[in-house]
């Protein structure tokens, strides 16, 4: 159990980080891995769907399309999604082990570090378009709480699903073998903030294209190589010595996760 809560407070960590980027401009923390001038997302990623475009029509459809989902199994996992600091848990199933800071603490430091230049990603272009989110301007439920630091948050492009994403594409790099699986579980992550009612389907598409383009100049880092290499050895560890998560859990996950949202 302490190791478990140690892992949770170290991803935490990085959860805390995105959950305020989008309302603290200024200098990004020390101890990334990329320069500031080394990537700016807003260089990469193109604007919101234009107010009353086809695309922004699509997602006022998808979010009212979605709101039946409200006290389901998928709006369940989208809450459990939620929580950032559950995100290595979030994937258990999909790497066949659940890390723990003891098991894999060099996984945890390389996703603190790599959560600093993600923080950057996000807030780069949320402060530039300021889109706000869609149960702002529909009716429907959404499966957290109605806070004024969520509603203040901009829209676009998601941090959870950028996030989500991001930790899913390095999953994918050090645990080849469970690519398929892991990347399956990163959309997820994604869509599950569609199902909870908090982003547009085109914010959540969006910050999968951002996490990609951030990973691409990440992997031109040889800090970020370097750990890569020593993540893959450790997890490889790991997962040789198990426990392997419950299989029940698993299994209704994997029912959801055929059905995707999108």
């Not at 060099?106 to 570090?113: G, M, N, P, V």
């Not at 272009?125 to 300021?130: D, F, S």
């Not at 469970?178 to 599950?192: M, N, T």
Request: proline residues 8%; positive net charge; contains cysteine.
């Amino acid at each position: 159990m302490y190791a478990s809560w140690r892992a949770s407070w170290t991803i935490g960590l990085a959860g805390l980080l995105l959950a305020s980027c989008a309302s603290l401009p200024g200098g990004a923390p020390s101890n990334r891995y990329l320069a500031k001038s080394a990537f700016d997302a807003r260089d990469h990623l193109p604007p919101p769907p234009a107010k009353g475009s086809p695309e922004a029509l699509r997602d006022r459809e998808i979010f009212l399309g979605t709101r039946p989902l409200k006290d389901t199994p998928r709006w369940s996992l989208a809450q459990a999604d939620n929580v950032e600091e559950r995100i290595l848990e979030g994937y258990a199933c999909a790497l066949g082990v659940t890390p723990t800071f003891e098991t894999t603490p060099k996984l945890a430091a390389t996703l603190l570090r790599m959560s600093r230049d993600v923080r950057s990603a996000v807030a780069g272009p949320k402060l530039k378009y300021r889109r706000p989110r869609p149960y702002l301007s529909a009716e429907g439920p959404i499966c957290v709480r109605r806070s004024p630091g969520l509603t203040l948050s901009p829209d676009y492009p998601s941090g959870h699903s950028t996030w989500g994403w991001s930790v899913g594409l390095l999953l994918a790099e050090v645990a080849p073998d469970r690519s398929e699986a892991i990347l399956a579980r990163a959309r997820a992550f994604g869509e599950s903030r569609i199902a909870c009612g908090v982003h547009n389907a085109s914010s959540v598409e969006a910050g999968r294209m951002n996490a990609q383009n951030l990973f691409t100049a990440l992997k031109r880092s040889d800090a970020f190589q370097a750990d890569l290499v020593a993540v893959r050895v450790e997890l490889d560890a790991a997962r040789a010595a198990g426990p392997t998560p419950d299989k029940a859990r698993c299994e209704a996950e994997s029912a959801l996760l055929s059905r995707p949202l999108l």
